[in-house]
């Protein structure tokens, strides 16, 4: 290394260290009082919290978390409750969070802790990632927010401040930038005297500070450090992503209801899109809504009346739900039961169905 190479790496990690430091410090005055924060009489985290909190916030917004996490944990205190668990006990705690695949990866995970750890969420980031559903994300925030290692943290608040940081014109979610980002990740944790909330203040900067958009600057532990601040480009980096368009599904779905006030519902396949949850009894189509005559047919009706249509947005997909409501038919469609309303509110039901069999708006539409 020549004297000049020396130097700048010599400047590169003063200013890592000022980041870390200043980052830390901002966190530990400003953190949100979130309840998977909460310590014990040691200050120690709750790994099994930890590991729900993590799986709940995966592409779900803290709000959204806050109304199901006390919750869950009332149901399931310890990662033996979990593991104890049946499947349609945890979907149902579950119900209104969404991708319905992390709560069965949590739930894999528990009976995998219970059997391989002896009860104890590892320690390790190998270990941790070796759990149903734990990815390196996942892993590096249990490693460092209650176990103390230097594991990095990334996700797309985290790349956006990092992008912002060094006024970087990469794209954000692409492969490279990615790369680039967890190896900014690992050198800045490196230098971090608390790894757990130095990652931690990462990600409470891009939710509450650091926003996409226009960024709240002046409000920034990281203004004097941040490049993008000083160049002027902070409102237009990160360059955005290219988004890949949804696939249009059409589902129409017969509320049918008995004299005695229940409601015909079928359960959904075991793989593929809310898999293994409830639903009234849907015809499926992949390239057009099924027309009223189809949907008699296929459940043996004699009349449907159409109630209302709903566009309802999932990562990949645009489900079109077309509504219709009837009187029974002779004999209920096959693999379809009678269950009255108070049944059907404790069973898993993603937020459309929720909508459709019980009248409740938790979800937003188009
Ligand atoms: S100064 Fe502005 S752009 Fe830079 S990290 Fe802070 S909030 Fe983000």
Redesign the pocket.
């Given at each position: 290394m020549t004297k000049a190479q020396g130097k700048a790496v010599a400047k590169d990690c003063g200013r890592a260290t000022r980041i870390t430091t200043a980052l830390t410090q901002w966190f530990r005055a400003n953190a949100r009082d979130l309840p998977w924060r909460a310590t014990d009489a040691k200050g120690r985290r709750n790994a099994y919290h930890a590991l729900v909190a993590e799986a709940m916030l995966q592409q779900t917004q803290v709000s959204r978390v806050l109304e199901k996490y006390s919750a869950f944990i009332a149901r399931f205190p310890d990662v033996h409750a979990l593991a104890n668990a049946t499947e349609e006990e945890v979907l149902s705690a579950w119900s209104g969070l969404g991708y319905y695949r992390r709560a069965r990866h949590l739930h894999h995970a528990a009976k995998n802790i219970c059997k391989n750890h002896e009860g104890k969420v590892p320690e390790d980031a190998e270990s941790l990632r070796r759990l149903p559903g734990v990815g390196r994300y996942t892993a590096g925030a249990i490693a460092s927010i209650v176990y103390g290692h230097a594991e990095p943290v990334v996700d797309g608040n985290v790349t956006r401040?990092q992008l912002?940081?060094e006024a970087s014109d990469q794209r954000q979610g692409e492969p490279a930038t990615e790369r680039w980002a967890w190896k900014h990740a690992s050198d800045l944790v490196a230098r971090a005297a608390d790894p757990g909330a130095f990652n931690e203040a990462m990600m409470e900067?891009g939710a509450t500070?650091?926003t996409p958009g226009v960024?709240?600057?002046e409000a920034?532990p990281?203004?004097k450090a941040?490049r993008?601040?000083s160049l002027g480009l902070?409102s237009t980096l990160p360059v955005p992503k290219v988004r890949a368009g949804r696939r249009a599904v059409y589902h129409s779905a017969v509320v049918i209801r008995d004299r005695q006030n229940r409601l015909l519902i079928q359960r959904r396949p075991e793989r593929g899109l809310w898999a293994g949850m409830y639903q009234a009894p849907t015809v499926e189509r992949e390239d057009r809504a099924a027309t009223a005559s189809e949907i008699k047919k296929w459940f043996g009706l004699a009349r449907i009346v159409e109630k209302e249509r709903f566009v309802f947005l999932t990562t990949h997909r645009e489900v079109h739900f077309a509504i219709f409501t009837s009187s029974p038919p002779p004999s209920p469609p096959a693999a379809a039961r009678w269950a009255c309303p108070s049944e059907i509110a404790a069973l898993p039901l993603a937020n459309p169905h929720r909508r459709i069999l019980l009248g409740e708006e938790t979800i937003q539409t188009r």
């Open positions: 401040v912002r940081l900067l500070v650091c960024p709240r600057c920034c990281l203004r941040c993008a601040a902070a």
